[in-house]
């Protein structure tokens, strides 16, 4: 069972930034490819940003492009989220998955196998 626990989220004004964090608790995190994605209040959950496990290929989405980006650290089995130029429209629930094996960066939330449970990120006008 893979265990990914976020963290970083918080109230921020327009305009600032966020670094979210996820941890996973298994090796397989080395060889996995990672992802986030975000739910706001009555919307679907959408993609933002994926890397495979390498972290040389990453891909986002054009709402989230040039403002946020994606790595990983594999040693500490972490992976980051970096928010600049925050809108409030970038409000939700941030999830990171993982897809265990997969050697592609992945954009469908059928890919990932493993979900953390959220942290907030609030952005104010």
């Known amino acids: 069972q893979v265990q990914l626990v976020e963290s970083g989220g918080g109230l921020v004004q327009a305009g600032g930034s966020l670094r979210l964090s996820c941890t996973a608790s298994?090796?397989?995190?080395?060889?996995?490819?990672m992802g986030w994605f975000r739910q706001a209040p009555g919307k679907e959950r959408e993609f933002v940003a994926t890397?495979?496990?390498?972290?040389?290929?990453?891909y986002y989405a054009e709402s989230v492009k040039g403002r946020f980006t994606i790595s990983r650290d594999n040693a500490k089995r972490t992976v980051y989220l970096q928010m600049n130029s925050l809108k409030p429209e970038d409000t939700a629930v941030y999830h990171c998955a993982a897809g265990l094996n997969l050697l592609r960066i992945g954009v469908a939330q059928e890919t990932y196998d493993y979900w953390g449970q959220g942290t907030q990120v609030t952005v104010s006008s």
């Open positions: 298994v090796r397989t995190f080395s060889s996995s490819t």
């Open positions: 890397i495979t496990w390498t972290g040389v290929n990453t």
